[in-house]
C-alpha cells in the first residue's frame, strides 16, 4: 500500500516546512510524496536531498538517479528489483531503503535520513584515532557479515559510503547500486567497462572477475588502511596508476601501527583473495582479538529457517488456502531448532515475482515451501515442494490428495514430511511433538473455520465480531475442536481491547472460558495460552501474562505473538534488555508485522536509546502508519533529543487525529510545555483521580510538571503511577525531563518502591 493512499484516506496534512531558498538545479520540489527541502551531497549517483515524506510526515533522505545510468527500460526494472531486494537488509549498520520507486521517468530511493558525517568526512579532518577507526570497521563487518549471509554484495565499499551517526552508529550506505553506476572520467576509463571508485576496489574487480563478499573485505580494509595512515593504501595520479598499483603494489607499510593490527590490515588487503579474510566474520573475530572484549555476532544462524509461501490456487479458493497454510506454519512453529517465518509476513509474497532465491535473501531463511492447491467438490489436492533458497535446489516434493474432511490430517502429514526432510539434513532437528487429534469435520466446519481464523487476524472490530460468528458456529458443529476454543477466545480477547475504554466486561470472562476449554482438550495449545495472557494483561495481572506467554513459548517457540506480547511484558514489568531480545526476535520472524517494531522502539527509549528507537518507531509506521502509539512514542524520541522539527510534523499529524488514547495526550501536553505553547493546562489533580489504569499518562503528566518547575506536582504523578502499578524503572531513570528531581529523596524513595517490586515479581517467575 502506499504511503500517499494512506495519506489521503487520513485527511491529514500536517503543515510542510518551507523550502529552504537556495539553488535549486531541479525544476521541481516534489517527488512521488516527497517534499524536497535541502541537498545533502552529490555523488557518482545522483543527488542526495533532505525531504519530507508528506504521507508519513517525516523527514527522509531521498537520492535521486541520473537518468543516464539507469537509461533504457530494462535497466530500470532490473534497478527497481535488485533495489528492492537489497531494501529488505534489515541491520542496524546498513542504511534502511524506505522505498524504492519511479516518478516522471526520475528515479529516487527514499531512506533513512542519518544525521552525521560519513567516514570520508572524518578522514579529511584528520579526526580518526586507531580506537574510532576499529570501532567504524566493527560495525561494517556487522553490517558486511548480514548482508553477505543474505547473499547481497555491496561492491562499492569507500569512506563516502559509510555514515557515523551522532551516536556512533555506523551505517552502509549504497548497498547493491554500485552495480549499476556507470563509468565517469572520474572513476575509470571508459574503455575498461568497469565501474566503482577505483581507490578502493579489490583486484578481482578491475579483471573484471566474478566477486563475492570478499571483495567488500579488500575495499573496507583499504579503507581502514586509510583512516590508520592518513593516506590510501594504493595512490596514484590518475585512474590508470592506481589501477595497475591494486594489481600489482604492495601498499606501503604502516607507520607507527602496532605490528599485529599492521597484520589484520594486510590479510584484508592480499590481493589474491584466497589468502584474504574467507569471511566478514573472520575478519572481525580478528579484530575483537586485537581490540580486546567480546562480542557476539549476530545473524550466524545456528538455527534453520523455512518460510511457507501462499499455495497459488483460484481465487475463490485463496481462504481455504490460507488456512492449510497457517496451520503448517503452526505446526511447525514448535519446532525450536527452526525460525519459521510469520504468516504475516509470508502472506505479503503471494502472486509475487521474485525468485524464490530472491525471497529467501529478504527474508534471510535457507528453505522455502511452495505449492499449489486445487480444489473440485469435497476433493482438493496440495502440490509442494521445499528448495533450499540458497542454490535453488529442490529438497521434497509431494502430492497429497484428500477429502476436505481430512484436510487437517494433510495439514500434519505435509508438516511432518518437511520435519523429516530436515531431520536428515540436520541431525539435531527434533519430530513434531505428538499433536492432539482432531475431529473429523466436513467440508461446511472447515470452511467456517478458516474463514473465522483469516478474519480474526486483521484486528477490525467488524472483522473480529464476524470471526466469533463463525467460529461460535464451527464449535456448536464440532465441541472438541481444542484450537477452534482457542481462536475464539483470543478474538473475544481482542475485542475486549479494541472496544476500551467501553468494553463489555463480560468478554473477558468468556475470553477466559474459552481458553480453558480449549486447554481441557488440548493442554498443549500455544493459542490458548497467548489467550489467557491478554486476559491477565488486561487485568493487570503481569505475573499471570509473563507465565502464559512463557507456557506458549515453551510450546511454540516461534509463535510471534507470544515473543511480541512477552516482549511487552517485559516493558511494563522493567525488564528492558530482556524486551529489547525478544521483539528483535519476533522480527526476525515476522519482518512485516508492525507491533514488534513498537515495543522493540519503547523498550530502547526505556533505556534512554533515543536514536535508535526512532529507526524501530520509523519502521513501524511504515507499516502501520495509523498507530498512534507509534507516533507518540517517536514523538517523545524526538522531544527527548530535542529534534524540534521533526516533533512538530509528528504533533502536527497527532493533532489531526481523533479518539487519542491518553498516554499519547500526554505527550502531546509535554510537547506543549517544552514548546512553550500557551494551552490549557492538561492534568489537574481532579483529573489525576479519574485516569484508570494508566501509569504511563501519569508518568508522563510528570514529566510536564518538571518541566514547569512544578516538582510536587511531578512527584504526585509520579507516586499514583508507581501505586497504580508502574513497574518501567528503567524508563523512570532515563527520562530526560525527569532529571531535575535525580537527588529528591521522595523520588529516590518511589524509584526504590518499584526496585522492591521487581525483585518480588522476578522471584515469582
Ligand atoms: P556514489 O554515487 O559513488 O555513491 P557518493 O557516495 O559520494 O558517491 P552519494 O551516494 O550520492 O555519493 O551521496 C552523497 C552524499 O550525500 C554522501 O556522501 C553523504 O554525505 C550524503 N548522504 C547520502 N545518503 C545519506 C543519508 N541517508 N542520510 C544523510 N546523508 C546522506
Ligand atoms: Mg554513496
Given at each position: 500500500?502506499?504511503?500517499?493512499?494512506?495519506?489521503?484516506?487520513?485527511?491529514?496534512?500536517?503543515?510542510?516546512p518551507?523550502?529552504?531558498?537556495?539553488?535549486?538545479?531541479?525544476?521541481?520540489?516534489?517527488?512521488?510524496?516527497?517534499?524536497?527541502?535541502?541537498?545533502?551531497?552529490?555523488?557518482?549517483?545522483?543527488?542526495?536531498?533532505?525531504?519530507?515524506?508528506?504521507?508519513?510526515?517525516?523527514?527522509v533522505?531521498?537520492?535521486?538517479?541520473?537518468?543516464?545510468?539507469?537509461?533504457?527500460?530494462?535497466?530500470?526494472?532490473?534497478?527497481?528489483r535488485?533495489a528492492?531486494?537489497?531494501?529488505?537488509?534489515?541491520?542496524?549498520n546498513?542504511?534502511?531503503?524506505?522505498?524504492?520507486?519511479?516518478?516522471?521517468?526520475?528515479?529516487?530511493?527514499?531512506?533513512?535520513?542519518?544525521?552525521?558525517?560519513?567516514?570520508?568526512?572524518?578522514?579529511n579532518?584528520?579526526?580518526?584515532?586507531?580506537?574510532?577507526?576499529?570501532?567504524?570497521?566493527?560495525?561494517?563487518?556487522?553490517?558486511?557479515?548480514?548482508?553477505?549471509?543474505?547473499?547481497?554484495?555491496?561492491?562499492?565499499?569507500?569512506?563516502?559510503?559509510?555514515?557515523?551517526?551522532?551516536d556512533?552508529?555506523?551505517?552502509?550506505?549504497?548497498?547493491?547500486?554500485?552495480?549499476?553506476?556507470?563509468?565517469?572520467?572520474?572513476?575509470?576509463?571508459?574503455?575498461?567497462?568497469?565501474?566503482?571508485?577505483?581507490?578502493?576496489m579489490?583486484?578481482?574487480?578491475?579483471?573484471?572477475?566474478?566477486?563475492d563478499?570478499?571483495?567488500?573485505?579488500?575495499?573496507?580494509?583499504?579503507?581502514?588502511?586509510?583512516?590508520?595512515?592518513?593516506?590510501?593504501?594504493?595512490?596514484?595520479?590518475?585512474?590508470?596508476?592506481?589501477l595497475?598499483?591494486?594489481?600489482s603494489?604492495?601498499?606501503?607499510?604502516?607507520?607507527?601501527?602496532?605490528?599485529?593490527?599492521?597484520k589484520?590490515?594486510?590479510?584484508?588487503?592480499?590481493?589474491?583473495?584466497?589468502?584474504?579474510?574467507?569471511?566478514?566474520?573472520?575478519?572481525?573475530?580478528?579484530?575483537?582479538?586485537?581490540?580486546?572484549?567480546s562480542?557476539?555476532?549476530p545473524?550466524i544462524?545456528?538455527?534453520?529457517?523455512?518460510?511457507?509461501?501462499?499455495?497459488?490456487?483460484?481465487?475463490?479458493?485463496?481462504?481455504?488456502a490460507?488456512?492449510?497454510?497457517?496451520?503448517?506454519?503452526?505446526?511447525?512453529?514448535?519446532?525450536?531448532?527452526?525460525?519459521?517465518i510469520?504468516?504475516?509476513?509470508?502472506?505479503?509474497?503471494?502472486n509475487?515475482?521474485?525468485?524464490?532465491?530472491?525471497?529467501?535473501?529478504?527474508?534471510?531463511?535457507?528453505?522455502?515451501?511452495?505449492?499449489?492447491?486445487?480444489?473440485?467438490?469435497?476433493?482438493?489436492?496440495?502440490?509442494?515442494?521445499?528448495?533450499?533458497?540458497?542454490?535453488?535446489?529442490?529438497m521434497?516434493?509431494?502430492?497429497?490428495e484428500?477429502?476436505?474432511?481430512?484436510?487437517?490430517?494433510m495439514?500434519?502429514?505435509?508438516?511432518?514430511?518437511?520435519?523429516?526432510?530436515?531431520?536428515?539434513?540436520f541431525?539435531?532437528m527434533?519430530?513434531?511433538d505428538?499433536r492432539?487429534?482432531?475431529?473429523?469435520?466436513?467440508?461446511?466446519?472447515?470452511e467456517?473455520?478458516?474463514?473465522?481464523?483469516?478474519?480474526?487476524?486483521?484486528?477490525?472490530?467488524?472483522?473480529?465480531?464476524?470471526?466469533?460468528?463463525?467460529?461460535?458456529?464451527?464449535i456448536?458443529?464440532?465441541?472438541?475442536?481444542?484450537?477452534?476454543?482457542?481462536?475464539?477466545?483470543?478474538?473475544?480477547?481482542?475485542?475486549y481491547?479494541?472496544?476500551?475504554?467501553?468494553?463489555?466486561?463480560?468478554?473477558?470472562?468468556e475470553?477466559?472460558?474459552?481458553?480453558?476449554?480449549?486447554?481441557?482438550?488440548?493442554?498443549?495449545?500455544?493459542?490458548?495460552y497467548?489467550?489467557?495472557?491478554?486476559?491477565?494483561?488486561?487485568?493487570?495481572?503481569f505475573?499471570?501474562?509473563?507465565?502464559?506467554?512463557?507456557?506458549?513459548?515453551?510450546i511454540?517457540?516461534?509463535?510471534?505473538t507470544?515473543?511480541?506480547?512477552?516482549?511487552?511484558?517485559?516493558i511494563?514489568?522493567g525488564?528492558?534488555?530482556?524486551?529489547?531480545?525478544?521483539a528483535?526476535?519476533?522480527?526476525?520472524?515476522?519482518?512485516?508485522?508492525?507491533?514488534?517494531?513498537?515495543?522493540?522502539?519503547?523498550?530502547?527509549?526505556s533505556q534512554?536509546?533515543?536514536?535508535?528507537?526512532?529507526?524501530?518507531?520509523?519502521?513501524?509506521?511504515r507499516?502501520?502508519?495509523r498507530?498512534?502509539?507509534?507516533?507518540?512514542?517517536?514523538?517523545?524520541?524526538?522531544?527527548?533529543?530535542?529534534?524540534?522539527?521533526e516533533?512538530?510534523?509528528?504533533?502536527?499529524?497527532l493533532?489531526?487525529?481523533?479518539?487519542?488514547?491518553?498516554?499519547?495526550?500526554?505527550?502531546?501536553?509535554?510537547?506543549?510545555?517544552?514548546?512553550?505553547?500557551?494551552?490549557?493546562?492538561?492534568?489537574?489533580?481532579?483529573?489525576?483521580?479519574?485516569?484508570?489504569?494508566e501509569?504511563?499518562?501519569?508518568?508522563?503528566?510528570?514529566?510536564?510538571?518538571?518541566?514547569?518547575g512544578?516538582?510536587k506536582?511531578?512527584?504526585?504523578?509520579?507516586?499514583?503511577?508507581?501505586?497504580k502499578?508502574?513497574?518501567?524503572?528503567?524508563?523512570?531513570?532515563?527520562?530526560?525531563?525527569?532529571?531535575?528531581?535525580?537527588?529528591?529523596?521522595?523520588?529516590i524513595?518511589?524509584?526504590?518502591?518499584?526496585a522492591?517490586?521487581?525483585?518480588?515479581?522476578?522471584?515469582?517467575?
Amino acid at each position: 500500500m502506499s504511503d500517499r493512499r494512506l495519506f489521503k484516506s487520513h485527511q491529514v496534512t500536517p503543515e510542510l516546512p518551507r523550502l529552504q531558498p537556495g539553488p535549486q538545479p531541479l525544476d521541481r520540489n516534489v517527488i512521488a510524496s516527497y517534499m524536497l527541502e535541502e541537498q545533502l551531497g552529490s555523488g557518482g549517483m545522483g543527488q542526495v536531498w533532505k525531504a519530507i515524506d508528506r504521507g508519513l510526515a517525516r523527514p527522509v533522505a531521498l537520492k535521486l538517479l541520473p537518468h543516464s545510468m539507469v537509461a533504457d527500460q530494462d535497466t530500470r526494472a532490473r534497478f527497481l528489483r535488485e533495489a528492492k531486494v537489497a531494501s529488505v537488509l534489515n541491520h542496524p549498520n546498513i542504511v534502511t531503503i524506505f522505498e524504492t520507486g519511479e516518478y516522471e521517468k526520475q528515479l529516487f530511493i527514499a531512506m533513512e535520513l542519518i544525521e552525521g558525517v560519513t567516514v570520508r568526512d572524518l578522514i579529511n579532518r584528520h579526526d580518526v584515532t586507531r580506537e574510532r577507526a576499529l570501532d567504524i570497521v566493527k560495525q561494517a563487518l556487522l553490517g558486511l557479515s548480514a548482508a553477505h549471509q543474505a547473499g547481497i554484495i555491496h561492491r562499492d565499499i569507500k569512506p563516502e559510503n559509510l555514515m557515523v551517526r551522532k551516536d556512533g552508529y555506523v551505517k552502509i550506505l549504497d548497498f547493491g547500486l554500485a552495480k549499476f553506476q556507470v563509468s565517469t572520467e572520474a572513476q575509470v576509463t571508459p574503455q575498461s567497462g568497469i565501474v566503482g571508485t577505483p581507490r578502493y576496489m579489490s583486484p578481482e574487480q578491475i579483471k573484471n572477475d566474478p566477486v563475492d563478499g570478499r571483495c567488500d573485505l579488500f575495499s573496507l580494509g583499504a579503507v581502514l588502511y586509510e583512516m590508520l595512515a592518513g593516506e590510501p593504501p594504493f595512490g596514484g595520479e590518475n585512474v590508470g596508476h592506481i589501477l595497475s598499483a591494486i594489481i600489482s603494489l604492495n601498499p606501503p607499510a604502516l607507520k607507527g601501527v602496532p605490528p599485529e593490527l599492521a597484520k589484520i590490515v594486510m590479510k584484508a588487503l592480499q590481493k589474491d583473495r584466497q589468502k584474504r579474510y574467507a569471511q566478514a566474520g573472520e575478519f572481525l573475530t580478528d579484530i575483537i582479538a586485537y581490540t580486546g572484549g567480546s562480542l557476539e555476532i549476530p545473524g550466524i544462524a545456528t538455527e534453520t529457517s523455512l518460510v511457507v509461501l501462499p499455495l497459488t490456487c483460484s481465487p475463490d479458493d485463496e481462504i481455504f488456502a490460507d488456512g492449510i497454510v497457517d496451520e503448517i506454519i503452526a505446526n511447525l512453529s514448535r519446532n525450536s531448532r527452526l525460525r519459521i517465518i510469520a504468516r504475516s509476513t509470508s502472506k505479503l509474497y503471494r502472486n509475487h515475482s521474485m525468485s524464490i532465491q530472491e525471497i529467501g535473501q529478504a527474508l534471510n531463511v535457507d528453505m522455502a515451501l511452495e505449492g499449489s492447491l486445487r480444489r473440485s467438490g469435497e476433493r482438493v489436492r496440495v502440490v509442494a515442494q521445499l528448495v533450499n533458497t540458497r542454490d535453488g535446489f529442490q529438497m521434497w516434493n509431494g502430492r497429497f490428495e484428500v477429502k476436505v474432511k481430512d484436510i487437517f490430517d494433510m495439514e500434519d502429514e505435509i508438516s511432518d514430511a518437511i520435519v523429516g526432510e530436515l531431520h536428515k539434513h540436520f541431525k539435531s532437528m527434533e519430530s513434531l511433538d505428538e499433536r492432539v487429534a482432531l475431529p473429523i469435520v466436513d467440508s461446511a466446519i472447515s470452511e467456517l473455520y478458516f474463514k473465522g481464523v483469516s478474519l480474526q487476524g486483521t484486528l477490525r472490530i467488524d472483522d473480529i465480531r464476524k470471526a466469533i460468528e463463525y467460529l461460535q458456529k464451527v464449535i456448536e458443529l464440532a465441541p472438541g475442536f481444542a484450537t477452534a476454543h482457542a481462536k475464539l477466545s483470543t478474538s473475544l480477547a481482542n475485542l475486549y481491547r479494541l472496544l476500551l475504554p467501553h468494553a463489555p466486561a463480560e468478554l473477558l470472562g468468556e475470553a477466559e472460558e474459552e481458553a480453558k476449554k480449549a486447554l481441557a482438550l488440548d493442554p498443549a495449545n500455544p493459542d490458548a495460552y497467548v489467550s489467557l495472557s491478554i486476559v491477565a494483561r488486561i487485568r493487570g495481572d503481569f505475573s499471570a501474562a509473563h507465565a502464559n506467554l512463557s507456557e506458549a513459548l515453551r510450546i511454540s517457540p516461534s509463535h510471534v505473538t507470544a515473543l511480541s506480547w512477552l516482549s511487552y511484558v517485559h516493558i511494563f514489568t522493567g525488564n528492558c534488555e530482556e524486551a529489547e531480545k525478544l521483539a528483535r526476535k519476533a522480527i526476525e520472524r515476522d519482518p512485516a508485522g508492525s507491533s514488534h517494531y513498537t515495543f522493540l522502539g519503547y523498550s530502547l527509549i526505556s533505556q534512554g536509546r533515543f536514536m535508535e528507537a526512532s529507526d524501530a518507531l520509523d519502521r513501524a509506521l511504515r507499516i502501520d502508519p495509523r498507530n498512534h502509539y507509534s507516533y507518540a512514542i517517536l514523538l517523545y524520541a524526538k522531544l527527548a533529543m530535542g529534534q524540534m522539527e521533526e516533533a512538530r510534523i509528528m504533533r502536527d499529524y497527532l493533532v489531526h487525529s481523533d479518539n487519542l488514547p491518553l498516554a499519547v495526550q500526554a505527550v502531546l501536553s509535554l510537547y506543549r510545555q517544552i514548546t512553550e505553547t500557551p494551552a490549557e493546562v492538561p492534568f489537574s489533580d481532579e483529573l489525576l483521580l479519574k485516569i484508570p489504569y494508566e501509569p504511563e499518562a501519569e508518568r508522563i503528566a510528570a514529566d510536564v510538571f518538571a518541566l514547569r518547575g512544578e516538582m510536587k506536582g511531578a512527584l504526585k504523578f509520579i507516586e499514583s503511577s508507581v501505586k497504580k502499578g508502574l513497574l518501567n524503572l528503567p524508563f523512570l531513570e532515563h527520562d530526560p525531563f525527569l532529571k531535575p528531581l535525580r537527588d529528591d529523596p521522595a523520588f529516590i524513595t518511589l524509584k526504590g518502591l518499584v526496585a522492591d517490586r521487581i525483585k518480588r515479581l522476578s522471584h515469582k517467575h
